[in-house]
Nanobody
Framework: QVQLVESGGGLVQAGGSLKLSCAASGIISSINVMGWYRQAPGKQRELVATITSHGSTNYADSVKGRFTISRDNARNTVYLQMNSLKPEDTAVYYC???????????????????WGQGTQVTVSS
């Protein structure tokens, strides 16, 4: 099976930086798209950034120029470097992996829309 494990959240002052990591476990051949989403208290989950296996990226307007998404395909890991953090960036950040080609019970299968457990990012003013 496929599991996503995030790390790197924490408490930081406004203007500071944090780097999130998310590793996909399992016997995985490829992951098409990996990304980060966030959910603040009382709000819906929203896109932060995504990256394809070829390195094409997409960012929410609110984080452009401050956040950078990257990935290591060999390690099935995605990163989110967050700079110039603002209090409004405070949220639980979730990792997502979509269109994952993996081995299970001796068969290769493609699964969709996997989520990590979330990691809290708190930015104090």
């Amino acid at each position: 099976q496929v599991q996503l494990v995030e790390s790197g959240g924490g408490l930081v002052q406004a203007g500071g930086s944090l780097k999130l990591s998310c590793a996909a476990s399992g016997i995985i051949s490829s992951i098409n798209v990996m990304g980060w989403y966030r959910q603040a208290p009382g709000k819906q989950r929203e896109l932060v950034a995504t990256i394809t296996s070829h390195g094409s990226t997409n960012y929410a307007d609110s984080v452009k120029g401050r956040f950078t998404i990257s990935r290591d395909n060999a390690r099935n890991t995605v990163y989110l470097q967050m700079n110039s953090l603002k209090p409004e960036d405070t949220a639980v950040y979730y990792c997502n992996a979509d269109s994952v080609f993996y081995l299970t019970d001796g068969y290769w299968k493609r699964g969709y829309d996997y989520w990590g457990q979330g990691t809290q990012v708190t930015v104090s003013s």
